[in-house]
């Protein structure tokens, strides 16, 4: 298993290349929507558009921003909890998600803002596009730790691909919804992840254990992520709503639903334990399962307690699933979920699916108006023979597929990356930033004042002591046993003789 | 002191019964506001709103996402600084907040949104709700280290509540002003904390001592939450003010006010100092003060230089607060004040609340013109025969009514939280995440190169040395002296004989 | 060298005069815009504006708090990169910005916002005087570590000054266009910074050497400033465009020029190591030089993949830059750039400069439309005999002087500096917060557990050791060699006589 981990010459070809690709395809393809161009000027007048604040880019960009600092500070720092990883946690992040908005850019382009030869361009797409890199970043949650930065460009081009066409039957073929992406996002994204890292199981990954936990100061690191998530939810879920009550009412369920899971993260977090204490990879994860739960409901008359209650079992359901799915998925499925992604992802996303297919089936005109139901759903013309029982069905179909296509995408790609061309790292340097990164050994000095010294030995120099420790750990790594202890044992011999 | 500090069977339930109660409730009172409902379509028509930017979700959203960072991040981080209790400070806050803004919703919603039998729901209401629960985070920064989350959730519960009774007294019956809450959020949420942890007085406290400081990188995650905190003020203060020129000029005010209140605690920390050294807890905190002494007063003609001189003296008062009055409470007072809540909100909070009853009563027709006067204070209808020297009088009797509720307030709830049954922590393990966090104790190999080791020492063995820490401190704490030095002294006996 | 960096009598006395000159020009000058002023009640009958959100608050709050979010949070934290400089980093960035936006709107206002004798504050000027602060924490990155708050604050005092002066040339009298500022920001902000220490160049500063690098938790705290920067550049490119399709545009273009630097950004990065492997300093950076590079084109017709190419070009070089120019200046040109703002914002500004240029004059009312491009670059008036070549010269021109401008500013404001009064510190005591900050120096007790120490030692006493550590360095620094090593030589006489 020792594969070259040396990328000098792939990495930057791959990067290059992909690009190279990506000039190029733009300069074929896409082009600024009318809202975005110097021409809009004469849509306005052409329109009788009486004012800027209609461009569409005041109805999102708030919203776009929330996201954009969910998608880079968000999954990139709630990554960061693995003791030597941080680097790679918030760089690889960064590199997979600014290609794959790049991709998605183009392939959602295709698909969804086609007009006369052209992508066009304008803040919708960009939202679109980081809401389909964050599936990506789900999915890299699964991996983490294991895979190189060539294979997590191949994952993204190929995630970012399967994404854009699921999304597509899901939403223009099946006609499903699924506003705040529990199905295209968060299911697809999870069981996408998921499935290739089980194809990429490691038999011996217990070699890097020492390394697969957190210390102090990065799970704080790993909270700031957590709280820029959780703050920003409501934007992400609401981002792509229609205007007005929709944004609105999406906004305020996933506010609810969040709420809601804190509390009952925290409540079986400590439950569990048998000293009733709370562990940090609940607090950092299941406290956001209330806002995949709610995605695909939360523009729908969900109402304000159906929000808490998607929360209140969200946040359960996700915590048990650390407590007691996750270490069976990986001892028995050789599934190794690094981040958990299947208990803040996975089960939330798929409840989020059905929640969204109930909540549908039962909407009526008695809460949504009968110009309310029709507009929300967009039934009417070709879909105006449609009833809520029909975009229930229709809701469950959605959720069927995106498993479907992260079963099968995810299988094909993990095979992908089994080939041992992309430097992936070796089972014993898993989680360790120092395989990918320049991590400067220098000498952190740590001193010791000299007081202290002269009190308590009288062996010792009368200079301060000066404890020269490396600040990071270098590979090979630590041999976990036998360490020689702080005091190293003095041979007799060599004393008394 | 020796309370039983497992919280497994207690804070569960707790968490599991106040959420059934907030879905319960919920369920019968809450509805969506018809901004926020699929009705909105027919409002639309019938109000003859032309656009839905219309909608208030678009002109208060964007502030209310920086409202909502400065609760969870700002609030959080900023009191991370303390060196072992960063998971509990980020972390029981996240959840008395996301406990604090449902009850909130509900308290608030009874007073200010009941209409027909419901209380309707809107992005105002979660903004009020955010500020509602910022008092709880002020008043938790008294008592940080030293409660238990079941206090903190009863002392939430309880502060919500008199939190809401006092608004709705000082808003709608004294027809006081306070847009960004210098009266009903910090100077209520300081002195509401202060007296409480009055009430908890712990004599045995220096038992803790050496973990009530920081260290070097707690200091900076602590900045994160500084900067967060200042630069979102703005939009605090502005949130809640009427559309248009109010909500306008309250950022301005705001932003002015905090950059004064920069210069002048660098001006005052360096001043005290014997070497003009400037102190982290300073910078952390008195730079803020500015942004809630301009609280109350923000959205109205305060002028710009009155917005400075405000920002100037709340720096300088906050920064002799920490260096002066915080050691002067504690040693006479008994008031252990861990985060310094008086200085930063409490004496700010008061000069808020009289600058605003100063502005208002020198308000005048020619600074506002005669419409706009009545407009920004309401004047008009039952209120025609008001004048600005009422106005004034009113904010002075909103200030005393919110020092007089916190009062009250705090010395019941302080008796409440008093009962040895809420699982609070020994004197001697107070500000230790360890006693309610599971933190990993797992070793952190601090790798010593080898050639170090070779070159100055000729005992030791050739293979590299690894000194085995714990990466975290753990309970019972380390006793303080006399520590066993890094070179244990060696006893000559069992080596010679 | 050792001057005295005593800053008690000095510090205080500089920001108390510099805040009371503040008020008091505010006071005489700066009165609120009909926009903030309690009056646009009849300024919005007068105009007949149906609306409050035509306010310009709403069309330019929500990127203001972006921006001021990147002034604060993102240069802040970018420079905390340091080992032992963070305090100073993000809290000197904190003073002197605080500072510079109040001068900033004076000297800003004084040349665009003079209205009958006063200055008139609305959104738009904030947005600008953040601006105006950003080319100062530009320039404060070239003499990170060297200078004391002092020379800060007299360096933000000139920089301030010369940043309006040179932008009122360059935009109303040369009539160039730079709505992201590659020009006024980023290329006068870096020449004047690296001026400046140019002029302040210390020959000795390789003793500090030891102190002048990372540490693993110093990286991730940088990273939180580039990611902050990187996530709200769009904002920062847009803010003050025009409304509507002019913002929506300079939007998209930064968002697709930040996502191809860091494509070529890890590319270059991964090459140049000889292990291929990347360097958290030019993720950290030249990540950032395509929203640099984009600034003064952003807001025209670049097209989608125009703003590709900038970005692609930006990180090469920006990394190229950090790896072999960097070198080069400090040892042939004596310029001590501590951050590399050559290679951020110096080499990707002047490249901004020339692209903004090279649009204008191949700009044509083919892709603008007639009345759009005179509408976008303001031809018309006196004006209306431009053509789009004159557009194209004068932005060179604007560029020129730009670097004229910051050369010899730079050089007047360096001799300034180097006076010693300001309380600087000595060339071994550079990049350590403990000169200007209180550093807790009270010990980190790192606890080893019991039973390691009994397994790998039988000499180890049975209780547990402590090995008491300072968590601060201190200085006199720690003597680089030689180190008495972990394990103290033990003189063997003492032992067995």
């Given amino acids: 298993m020792a594969w070259n981990t040396n990328l000098r010459g792939r990495l930057p070809i791959t990067c290059l290349i992909l690009q190279v690709i990506m000039v190029v395809l733009f300069g074929v393809f896409v082009r600024y929507d009318i809202q975005a161009d110097a021409h809009w000027w004469l849509e306005k007048k052409r329109k009788n558009i009486s004012s800027d604040v209609e461009n569409e880019f005041y109805y999102r960009y708030p919203s776009f921003q929330d996201v954009h600092a969910m998608v880079f500070v968000g999954f990139g720092f709630l990554m960061t909890f693995l003791q030597r990883y941080g680097f790679s946690a918030v760089g690889f992040n960064f590199l997979l998600a600014a290609f794959g908005i790049q991709w998605a850019l183009l392939m959602q382009g295709w698909f969804h803002y086609f007009e006369e030869g052209h992508i ?11 809401f389909c890199v964050a599936s990506s970043c789900v999915a890299f949650g699964a991996v983490l730790g294991k895979v190189s930065p060539m294979q997590l460009l191949i994952m993204t081009f190929f995630q970012v691909t399967l994404f854009a066409v699921n999304e597509f039957i899901l939403l223009n073929l099946i006609e499903a919804k699924d506003a705040g992406g529990s199905m295209t996002i968060h299911t697809f994204g999870a069981y996408f992840g998921l499935t290739v890292t089980w194809i990429l199981y490691r038999k011996n990954l217990e070699q890097s254990k020492q390394r697969q936990s957190s210390v102090y100061h990065s799970d704080l690191f790993a909270m700031i992520g957590t709280l820029f998530l959780w703050i920003y939810w409501p934007s992400f879920n609401s981002a792509s709503s229609f205007h007005g009550d929709a944004q609105h009412r999406a906004a305020l369920n996933t506010y609810l639903s969040l709420a809601a899971s804190v509390l009952t993260t925290v409540a079986v977090s400590s439950i569990i334990h048998k000293k009733g204490k709370l562990d940090m990879v609940h607090i950092q994860n299941a406290t956001l399962a209330g806002g995949v739960g709610v995605g695909t409901a939360a523009e729908m008359m969900l109402t304000p307690y159906g929000a808490l209650i998607v929360g209140f079992f969200c946040g359960i359901f996700s915590t048990l699933g650390f407590a007691y799915l996750s270490p069976f998925l990986e001892s028995r499925l050789r599934i190794q979920d690094t981040c958990g992604i299947h208990n803040l992802h996975g089960i939330p996303g798929i409840i989020g699916g059905i929640v969204g297919a109930v909540t549908a089936a039962y909407s009526s005109p008695d809460v949504y108006g009968e110009p309310g139901i029709v507009h929300s759903f967009g039934f009417g013309g070709y879909k105006s023979d449609w009833t809520k029982r029909m975009q229930g069905k229709s809701q469950i179909f959605g959720l069927l597929l995106s498993l479907a296509m992260a079963l099968v995408g995810g299988i094909i790609v993990g ?66 046993t036998p360490p020689v202890s702080l005091v190293t044992p003095v041979p007799s011999a060599a004393l008394v003789h």
């Avoid at 066009?120 to 980081?130: C, G, R």
């Fill in 120 to 130: 066009v361009l304008s803040v919708e797409n960009i939202i679109q596009a980081d």
């Fill in 415 to 480: 095979f992908i990356l089994k080939l041992p061309v992309w430097g992936q790292a070796a089972d014993e340097n898993c989680f360790e930033d120092s395989v990918y990164w320049e991590v400067h050994e220098e000498v952190n000095a740590v001193y010791i004042p000299e007081n202290l010294v002269h009190k308590h030995s009288t062996l010792a120099s009368t200079m301060p002591v000066v404890l020269s420790t490396a600040s990071t750990s270098i590979i090979p790594p630590v041999p976990p």
